[in-house]
Each structure stands twice: as structure tokens, then as C-alpha cells.
């Protein structure tokens, strides 16, 4: 059967977000006849998404081709859009992200985008994405676009344009869920009801203008329907903070946005007056590293679950907000999308650097994405982009030449790192992290016995933390019994 095009996803083996993105693509009647490989370096995994896709297309009698190998360069073949979703490393890496800042006074809740973990997971990231860019330009269609779903976002699409020369865009949800956070808490039916202009940077964006049903929502009015949410005010503390400081609403989980500040989590004793363990994403130490921890345990045991739901004819109605599928939508029918979009600034944001990745509101069709321009940040959410954008450079600029003592200055740099830790306590920190990640930084690899050396000799002291809020992680006997009391997968939410 011949295809219209095809789109190949790196890290395709996702069990639920590779099965979300397809069901929303193949939900839109012109982009099913098309062809959707996947790619990934777990076989396993790998195989079992396929299946799952391919009972999807049986089911719904689609004329859609699924194809999966551990080939990357025949999964990018001829493919005219390609879905980035891998993280490079594994938990194995990530968890040295998370554990090795905890000997040097680091609380984080996440650590996939800037703090010493999300500076190390880039560093990871630029090698293998730059491979990808060589593969995309060598074998898929002429100006292929590259849809960025992997953390950490910034750093990502600034490589794949600037130094993988591939046409890319950003793509991330959290304006989405903080939309229908806010929609929620106003009474709104939907966030359908609800009007937003939302701008700065990936994870630290920025809701500047609110309208419920026309009218326009303030600061005050907005503090007070959190605050009386059962479930927002107890949650979103750091947000709630913020907002009342600011003046102007973060789109970040609470969680999120108290690593990317100087602020809520460099006191110990201090960090759970502005954190809710009441899920991982509200700011649990480490919480993200066990939430994917718990979903890889429950792959296989999901598995069949997932299986006989595709086995259910799909609901266009049900499409989700993931922009993607908007997106192809618009660009192979000229339907309009508006959306959020993770591009090259050069003025789109008249206060931030015109070299910086910003996220900010675009118009998507035939001709493209194409970016609202000449938008001012209030001064404030502006100072705090631009703190974190100064890291990214740095970051960027250290990966691509492999200069250990440029990712030390960009990691000292960092606004909570530098609230914690010494110089010193810097330097040595980020040799460990180079040391145990070796493997997945061949950028650093003439640097990595200079490090361990240097290792041996610190006087740097550092001690034996688990963090001010971290939970165990639950095997599979124990999220079956959460399963059976919730009637539900167990796993929390979702990726931010």
C-alpha cells in the first residue's frame, strides 16, 4: 500500500505517549493514510508498541502503515516529520542526575531541564541529537521538520537548529495543563471558556493575559480561586508564591518550578513548607526519577491492558491537546492551529536574547509556523528567563566543544545550584557526574581521566542525603494493590 508521507519517532518505544501521538495523528481522516515508524534501542519495548499501534489500525480499519526497527537511519528514510521523544542515558543515567547533586546539598524534583541534573542530561542529549540531524538531513525528505518532545527542551532545539541544521520546533504540554488548571479553578466548564496569551521560556512561561468568558482575570482573583481549590492550594504553593510576587502565573507544576529558582528548595528543613507529597510532580525529591522508575516496572503488566483498549474504536472527540497532530494537520490541510511553540527567538520576545529557545504563541498552516512577534515579558518573569537562559548558552556552548571547564561555569551558574554550593563544591560535583556518565558523553572523553584523578585529590566533603522529601519506589506488587484500591494505572501524572 502506498503512503501519503511518512513520520519516523526517535524513542518510539513509549508505550503510552508513542500510542497517544499516534491515536491523535490517525484521529484526523487526511493524515491517516501514512506511514509511522518507529525507532528505538530497546527491542523489547519496541516490538510490544507496534503491537499495540498495529491493533489500532486493525480495529479501526486504517489504511496506516506501522513499521518498527532498531535501524534509526531506515526509520528516518524518506520521512518528511520526525518525533523526538528519546531520553539518552536511561534511568541508569538519570538517576546519577538526580543522586550525585544530593551529596552536594541539591534537592531536586525532577532535573530533566536546567540544575545540575538538566545541565548533565543535555550534555547527554547533544551527541546523540546531532546524530540525528545528520541522519535527517542525509535520509528523510528535503526540509524535514523535527518535532522536539525531549527534555531538556531548550538546549535540544537550540543544537538540532543552530549546530544540526535541521528545521525544528520545540513541543511541550505544560501551557496546556496549567490552562486547564487555571480554567478549573475559575469555575470555567472547560479551558475552552477560558482565553490565554502565554510567553517566555520552556517550563517557565508565562500566563500574561487571562480571560474568562471575555473578561479579564488579575492577579487577586486568580490567588484567591487557587487558594480555595482543595486540591491547587495545598499543591501549587511555589506557583501560588510566585504569582503573588510576580504578579503573573507560572504554566510549571510546582515541583518544576522550584528547581529552576534560588529560592524553595535550598534549605532542607525548609524545602516541605513549599512542596505536597500528595503526588511526585509537587515537588518530591527525586520524584519524576521514581514515577519513570514505577512505569518501567509496569510496562509488561500494562501491556495487555493497553492492548484491549486499542480493541475499542478510536473517539476523534478524544483527541488530546499534544500539539502535534495539530500541527501536521495544519501544515498538510492549511487548517489553522494556534498553539505554544519552542523556536529561535529573534524578536519574537523584545527582553529576552535573540539567540535564546523562547515558547511563546505561533500560528501554524500551509506556509509554516509562524510566531506571534514584538511581545514584552513583564520585568520580572523577563529576569528570571533570562537567568536560565544565560545557562543554556553555556550549557550549549560546552557540549558542542566538550569543554569540561565551560559545563562547570554553566552549572555553577545555575540559579539554585549557586544558591547551595561552593565553587569548589561545583567543580568537584560536576567531575563525579562527567565520571559516571563517561559512556554517554564521548564529547568529554579525553577529559574523563583528568576528572577521576582530580576525584581522588578533593577535599570537597560531601555526605549521605536522601533529600528532604523522597518516597520509596514501589514494585509491582505494591502498584497492583494501589491499582485494585484506585481502579486505575498507578502511576501519577503524566510527563511535564
Not at 5 to 16: C, E, P, Y
Not at 398 to 426: M, R, W, Y
Not at 486 to 492: A, K, V, Y
Request: some cysteine.
Amino acid at each position: 500500500m502506498s503512503t501519503s508521507f511518512k513520520i519516523a519517532v526517535i524513542g518510539g518505544g513509549s508505550l503510552g505517549f508513542t500510542r497517544k501521538l499516534f491515536a491523535d495523528i490517525v484521529s484526523v481522516p487526511e493524515l491517516q493514510a501514512i506511514e509511522f515508524a518507529l525507532t528505538d534501542i530497546d527491542a523489547h519495548n519496541l516490538a510490544r508498541v507496534r503491537e499495540l499501534l498495529d491493533q489500532i489500525v486493525a480495529t479501526n480499519d486504517l489504511p496506516t502503515v506501522v513499521s518498527a526497527t532498531t535501524d534509526r537511519r531506515a526509520a528516518l528514510d524518506g520521512a518528511r516529520y520526525v518525533i523526538n521523544c528519546a531520553r539518552v542515558g536511561g534511568l541508569e543515567a538519570y538517576r546519577s542526575d538526580i543522586e550525585i547533586p544530593l551529596k552536594y546539598g541539591i534537592d531536586q524534583c525532577v532535573g530533566d531541564t536546567i540544575c545540575a541534573g538538566g545541565i548533565l542530561y543535555g550534555q547527554r542529549n547533544v551527541p546523540a541529537l546531532l546524530d540525528f540531524c545528520h541522519d535527517i538531513r542525509d535520509v528523510a525528505e528535503p526540509d524535514a521538520l523535527l518535532l522536539n518532545y525531549a527534555n531538556p527542551m531548550a538546549i535540544n532545539t537550540w543544537v538540532a537548529i543552530d549546530h544540526g541544521q535541521v528545521k525544528t520546533v520545540g513541543l511541550c504540554h505544560g501551557v496546556q495543563n496549567g490552562w486547564r488548571q487555571i480554567a478549573d479553578a475559575l469555575g470555567a466548564d472547560s479551558k475552552d471558556e477560558v482565553d490565554i496569551f502565554c510567553t517566555g521560556i520552556n517550563h517557565q512561561t508565562w500566563y500574561t493575559d487571562i480571560r474568562l468568558r471575555g473578561r479579564r482575570i488579575g492577579r487577586d482573583e486568580l490567588v484567591e480561586a487557587l487558594e480555595r481549590h482543595p486540591e491547587y492550594g495545598p499543591q501549587e504553593k511555589v506557583r501560588i508564591d510566585v504569582l503573588k510576587r510576580f504578579g503573573y502565573y507560572s504554566t510549571e507544576s510546582n515541583g518544576h518550578l522550584s528547581e529552576y529558582l534560588p529560592w524553595y528548595r535550598k534549605r532542607g528543613d525548609d524545602i516541605n513548607r513549599w512542596i505536597d507529597l500528595s503526588d511526585w510532580i509537587h515537588g518530591e525529591t527525586g520524584g519524576y526519577l521514581r514515577y519513570c522508575t514505577e512505569t518501567r516496572h509496569w510496562f509488561d503488566e500494562a501491556f495487555p491492558d493497553f492492548l484491549e483498549r486499542a480493541r475499542t474504536p478510536l473517539d476523534p472527540s478524544r483527541r488530546t491537546d499534544e500539539h502535534a497532530s495539530h500541527i501536521l494537520e495544519a501544515l498538510e490541510t492549511g487548517r489553522v492551529y494556534r498553539g505554544h511553540f519552542n523556536v529561535k527567538n529573534h524578536g519574537v520576545i523584545t527582553n529576552l536574547a535573540s539567540d535564546a529557545v523562547v515558547e511563546s504563541p505561533g500560528f501554524v498552516d500551509r506556509f509554516g509556523i509562524n510566531m506571534v512577534s514584538n511581545v514584552t515579558l513583564p520585568p520580572a518573569c523577563a529576569a528570571t528567563c533570562t537567568a536560565s537562559i544565560n545557562v543554556q548558552r553555556l550549557a550549549v556552548d560546552a557540549a558542542i566543544s566538550g569543554d569540561i571547564e565551560q559545563l562547570k561555569l554553566a552549572v555553577l551558574h545555575d540559579p539554585l545550584v549557586g544558591a547551595l554550593c561552593t565553587p569548589d563544591e561545583v567543580w568537584t560535583m560536576v567531575d563525579e557526574m562527567v565520571v559516571a556518565q563517561a559512556q554517554w558523553l564521548p564529547q568529554y572523553a579525553g577529559e574523563i581521566e583528568s576528572a577521576r584523578k582530580r576525584l581522588t585529590r578533593t577535599t570537597v566533603q560531601t555526605r549521605d542525603w536522601a533529600g528532604a522529601a523522597r518516597q520509596p519506589t514501589r514494585g509491582i506488587e505494591e502498584l497492583k494493590r494501589v491499582r485494585g484500591r484506585q481502579n486505575e494505572q498507578p502511576l501519577g501524572q503524566g510527563v511535564e
